[in-house]
C-alpha cells in the first residue's frame, strides 16, 4: 500500500513539482515495482471448468442493474455473434461476457469469461487525467463517473479491451466496465455475483497470494491438464483476475502480447524528461538568445556610445 | 476436466471386468439412502430428488465420494496420504462442502497452516463438477435443466420472462 | 474585394486614419471599410462562400444530431475504437501543424533572425487557430464536453500524460493568445498594451517552446500508453515523443508556407509590399529548415526501429506501408525542399510543403486509426463523422480568414504602432 502511494505520488509529484523546478528523481527508483495490496483479493478462473452455461453474465446483469439483454441469458446462439471478426465482448450493457472457443484438437469446445481483470498497477487508472479510477486495498479497480470529462483514454490504454462507453447517450455518457461488485459486495468479504453464481466453480475468489498457490497447484498435481502458466501473474504488472486454461493461452484469443510489467513503464519515459525539458529549456534558449543576439546588442552599444561622444 | 474422466474410465473399466470394490469394512451400496433431494441451493431451479440407488449401479462409491466410505480413491494425489483411510463419520456431500463458499469464514481459513486441501469446492461446485463430466461421458442429461427444472426466479434470473425461452436444441448444442 | 478596392481609395484598412481625416469607428474596421450593401455583394461573389454554405448546410445538422443524440449517432466511434477522426485529425493533425507560432517566435525573437519577421505574424496566428480548433475538436469528441476544464480544477490526475496535454494546450493558448493580441492591440488602437505584451515578448517565445515541446511530445507519449494496439512500426515507446516533436516541426513550418502561399494568391489585396516581397526568401529559408528537421525525422524514425529491432516487420503488408508512408510523406518532400532551396526553385518548395502538411496528417491517421489494433481490425469512418471534421475544418477557415482580412497579420499598421 505504502509502495503504491509512493510510487503515484512521486509521478504526480514530479509533475507538479517540476513546475516548482524541483525533482524528486531519487524517490523513482524507490518504488520501482509494485507488487499489490497485501491481502487483496482476487479470482483464479479455470478455463479447463467452464461449461458456458452463462449464469455469470445473468448475475452481473441483476447485480449492476444492467439493461435487459437482447438474448435470454440461457440463448447459446449468441456464442456464434461475430462483430467485425470478433467475438462478443464487454460494452454498456455487460460487463462480462463468455465466448466459446473451438479448439482444433479437443473433443469440446473451451468457455472463456471476460470481465476487468482489476490490474495491481491499471493502465486505465494511470492514464486518467481527472483520477476517475481507484485501485482500492480490497483489490477492485472501480470508477467514478461524476468527474470522468469522456476522453476514452482509458479504453486506449486497457491492454484487455475493457472499459465501454456509453457512446448512446449525450447527456449522461460514461465508462461502464466490472467494478469487482466493489461497493454490493466485496467491501462486505463477498465474492462477486459471477463468482457465486457459477454452478461449476469455474472462478475461485480469494486472497490473491492464497490463488496464486492454488494455481501452481493445480498445475503441479494435474500437470496433463494445465499449461504451466497463470495467464495474470505478471501479465500487465499482474492482474487480481487471473486464468488457467489445458490449453496453450492463445488458443482461446488470451492476447499473450500483453507485455509482463506495467503499461505505465512504457509511458515513463516520456514522465521523465519533463522536469528536465522545464528546467533546462529556459536556461538554454535563454542564453541562445544572448548568443545570437549580442553582435546587436554590441552595435547599439557602439552607436549610442558614438552619439554620446 | 482430464483427470476426472481418466478417473471415471479406470473406474468404469474396473466395473465392467467384474473386479470387487474395497476393503472389508468398507460400506457397501446398501448401507446408502435410495433417494436424496437435493434442496439446499434450490433458489433459481426446484430440488433434485437425486436417486442414489440408481447411480449406485452405474458408478462406484469413491467415484463420487472420494475415500469416505472406506473404498481407496485412485487418484495418485489421493492415495499419497488416503491409502488407508478408513470410512470417515460422515459421507454426505454437504458434511465437507460449505453451501456458502468464498465467504470471509472460508478465506480466512486459508490462513491456516495445518490446512492441506486449500482447493476444496463448495457444495454447488461439488456437485456439478462430479456430476456434469460423468453425465456428459455416458450421454445423460448434461444441460441444466436435465436435471433441475428452472424456477421463476429462475426464469427472471436469466431473462426469460419477457420473451420466449430459446429452444431446446439451442440449449444442448452449447454442452460438451 | 478586388473590385471594392479598385474603386474605393480608402479600403483596405490600414490605419486608424480615413483618407479623409476622420478615425475609422470599430464598426467600420469590422465591415472592412464596406457599406452593408458592399459588404454583402463580395460575400456573394466569392465561390468558396458557396461551398462553405453548402458543408455548413449539412454539418450543422450532423454536429446538433451529436450533442442531441450522442457520439454514437454520427460516428463509428466503439469501443474497439475509442478515438476516431476528431482526434485523430482535429488533435492529433491540427496541433503538429501548428507548431508554425512557437517555432517563427523562437527563430525571430530567440535566434535573433529578423528576416523572418514578415511572417512572423502569420505563423503566431496560425499556431493559435490550430490550436484552437484543437480544443473544438475536443469539445466534439469528449463524452461531456461541459466538463472540460475539470483536470483544471476539479479533479487532478496530475500522473497521466493526458493530464500534461491539457494543461500545457491550456496554457499555451493564453500564450498564444498574448502574442497575437499585440496585432488585435495595433488594430483597435490601444498601444499600452501592445508594449505590454512587446516587453514580455522573450518570456512568452521562451514559456512556447517549453510548453510546445512537452505537449506535442505528449500527444506521441500518448499513444504509449497501448504497446500492443499501435503497430510497432507507428510506436517507439522509447522514441515516441521525440518522433512527434520532430514532425510537427517540419509539419508546422510546412502549414506557414502553405498558408502563406494562400494569402499570397488569393488575399493579395490584404498583403503589404513587404510581405509579398520577402514571402519567397522566406519560404527558401523555412523549407532549408524543413528539409533538416524532415532528414532529423527519417534518421530518428530508423533508429526507432533499429532500437527495438523491428526490421523483419518491414517485410510484412504493413511494413510495405510504413515505407510507402516514408517515402512519400518523407523522403520525397526531404527532396524537393532540398532541390528547391538549393535551385531557388520557390514552387517547388511550396510542393513539398504541401505534401509535408499531408504527410503529416496521414502520419497522425496512421498512428491514431489506421495502424492502431492493427491485428484485429480496421474501423472505417461514419460519413457523418467525416462531415463533421470537415465542418469543423470550415469553421476553421472562416475565423482564419476573417481575422486576415481584418487585423495587421499580413500587412503593417500604418501611424503609431
Partial sequence: MKKLINRRRFLQGSLVASAAAAFPLAKNTAAANFEGYPDSMGVLVDLSRCVGCRSCEAACNKEQNLPAPEKPFNDFSVFDELSHGQKRRTDETRYTVVNRHDIPGLKHPLFRKIQCNHCLEPACLTSCFVNAYTKTPEGAVIYDASVCVGCRTCMIACPFNIPAFRYSSAFDPKIMKCIFCYDTRLVKGLPPACVEACPQEVMTFG?????????????????????????????????????????????????????KEPILNYVKDFLSIVPMVLTIWPALFTGIHLLATKKEKMEQQKKSEGSES | M??????????????????????????????????????????????????????????????????????????????????HSPESQTVSCKDCHTRQQFYPEQVSELGNPNIYHIDKPGLKGAYHLNCIPCHVEKNAPSHCEGCHAMTDAGREFFRLTDKTPGTAKDKDSRVR | MKTFIENKPAIPIVSHLNPNGSKWALKE????????????????????????????????PILLQRYIFGLG??????????????????????????????????????????????????????GLLGYFFAV??????????????????????????????????????????????????????????????????????????????????????????????????????????IHFFCSAIFAGLSMVMVSAALCKRYLTWRCDRQFLDNIDRCTLGLGKGCAYALITYLVIKLVGIAHDNEWAYLLTGWGQYFMLEMALAVILPMMLFAYGVKHQRVG???????????????????????????????????????????TVFAIYFIVYRFILYRLPILYQWQGER
Fill in chain 1, 207 to 259: 486472497r490473491r497470494t492464497d490463488l496464486l498457490e492454488m494455481g501452481r497447484q493445480r498445475i503441479r498435481e494435474n500437470p496433463d491438464a494445465y499449461v504451466d502458466h497463470i495467464y495474470g501473474e505478471n501479465e500487465a504488472g499482474g492482474t487480481a483476475w487471473m486464468y488457467l486454461s489445458p490449453v496453450p493461452f492463445e488458443q482461446v484469443e488470451f492476447n499473450t502480447a500483453v507485455p
Fill in chain 2, 2 to 83: 482430464k483427470a476426472p474422466h481418466r478417473t471415471l474410465l479406470v473406474a468404469v473399466a474396473l466395473l465392467l471386468a467384474g473386479t470387487s470394490p474395497g476393503h472389508g469394512q468398507a460400506m457397501d451400496e446398501y448401507d446408502a439412502p435410495t433417494t436424496v433431494t437435493i434442496d439446499s441451493l434450490s433458489e433459481l431451479y426446484e430440488p433434485v430428488i437425486f436417486s442414489h440407488v440408481r447411480h449406485t449401479k452405474l458408478a462406484r462409491c469413491k467415484d463420487c465420494h472420494h475415500h469416505t466410505t472406506g473404498h481407496q480413491d485412485m487418484n495418485p494425489n489421493c492415495v499419497r496420504c488416503h491409502l
Fill in chain 3, 29 to 60: 474596421k469590422l465591415w472592412l471599410g464596406l457599406s452593408k450593401q458592399e459588404y454583402k455583394e463580395q460575400f456573394i461573389r466569392n465561390p468558396v462562400n458557396w461551398v462553405l454554405i453548402f458543408i455548413f448546410a449539412i454539418g450543422i
Fill in chain 3, 73 to 126: 449517432s454520427i460516428t463509428h466511434g466503439s469501443n474497439d475504437y475509442p478515438w476516431g477522426l476528431f482526434l485523430g485529425f482535429g488533435l492529433f493533425g491540427m496541433v503538429p501543424l501548428s507548431a508554425s507560432g512557437f517555432l517563427l517566435g523562437t527563430t525571430v525573437e530567440i535566434f535573433g533572425r529578423k528576416d523572418f519577421t514578415p511572417i512572423e505574424r502569420l505563423a503566431l496566428l496560425n
Fill in chain 3, 136 to 241: 473544438v475538436y475536443l469539445l466534439v469528441d469528449l463524452g461531456m464536453p461541459w466538463r472540460l476544464y475539470y483536470p483544471m480544477i476539479v479533479s487532478l490526475g496530475p500522473a497521466a500524460v493526458l493530464f500534461l496535454v491539457a494543461w500545457h494546450v491550456a496554457t499555451y493558448l493564453s500564450v498564444q493568445i498574448a502574442e497575437v493580441s499585440s496585432a488585435f492591440f495595433e488594430w483597435i488602437g490601444w498601444l499600452k498594451g501592445k508594449r505590454f505584451i512587446k516587453s514580455i515578448t522573450i518570456g512568452l517565445t521562451v514559456a512556447g517552446i517549453i510548453l510546445s515541446t512537452l505537449h506535442q511530445g505528449a500527444l506521441g507519449a500518448l499513444f504509449t500508453y497501448a504497446p500492443t494496439k499501435v503497430h510497432p512500426l507507428w510506436l517507439s515507446a522509447n522514441f515516441q515523443w
Fill in chain 3, 348 to 390: 517547388m518548395v511550396r510542393l513539398a510543403a504541401w505534401i509535408s502538411v499531408l504527410g503529416i496528417i496521414w502520419n497522425r491517421l496512421n498512428t491514431s486509426m489506421i495502424c492502431f489494433n492493427w491485428q484485429t481490425y480496421q474501423e472505417i469512418p461514419h460519413w457523418k463523422e467525416i462531415w463533421a471534421t470537415v
